[in-house]
């Protein structure tokens, strides 16, 4: 069974962004981040690293610069590492930010990546049968 994609814009503070973003287009501009501190706040809660703290990091040799590709073409990279990065079939428009301290969380350079509980055990249908049986008997 294949796991489903975790939504980047499910992540605490991704969603109150890109809806700025929507109001201030220019707040998905690199040069953003100087006006708005809320964007390295995000990135430090979500992945445990600032945009300039994920760009100060010494890339290992064989890194393919998929972070620097435009983002329509990243977010099937992400999607092959299990993450979806789009809303409404549109890449995020604040990407741009979140791009590197992700991929460096997912490829264990640096950062980490947010906490996902593990799956609840499905029942099996035996077992569910077993209880409603059990159910039913009690109660004659």
């Given amino acids: 069974m294949t796991q489903p994609l975790r939504?980047?814009?499910d992540l605490?503070?991704?969603a109150d962004l890109e809806t700025r973003a929507l109001m201030k287009?220019?707040?998905a501009e690199p040069?953003?981040?100087a006006d708005a501190p809320e964007i390295d706040e995000v990135c430090r809660a979500n992945f445990?690293?600032?945009v300039d703290e994920?760009?100060?990091i010494d890339l290992p040799g064989d890194w393919d610069g998929v972070d620097r590709k435009p983002p329509a073409q990243q977010v099937f990279a992400f999607e092959d590492a299990g993450w979806d990065v789009t809303d409404k079939r549109r890449p995020l428009r604040m990407l741009g930010h979140y791009a590197l301290p992700l991929w460096l969380a997912i490829r264990g350079v640096a950062g980490e990546l947010p906490f996902v509980a593990p799956p609840a055990e499905e029942k099996d249908s035996w077992a569910v049968g077993l209880?409603?049986?059990a159910?039913?008997?009690r109660k004659r």
Avoid: M, N, V
């Fill in 135 to 137: 159910k039913a008997y």
């Fill in 131 to 133: 209880a409603a049986e």
């Fill in 12 to 14: 605490p503070g991704i």
């Fill in 31 to 33: 040069d953003a981040r």
């Fill in 48 to 50: 445990g690293l600032t």
């Fill in 7 to 9: 939504r980047l814009i």
């Fill in 54 to 56: 994920a760009e100060a």
């Fill in 25 to 27: 287009p220019s707040l």
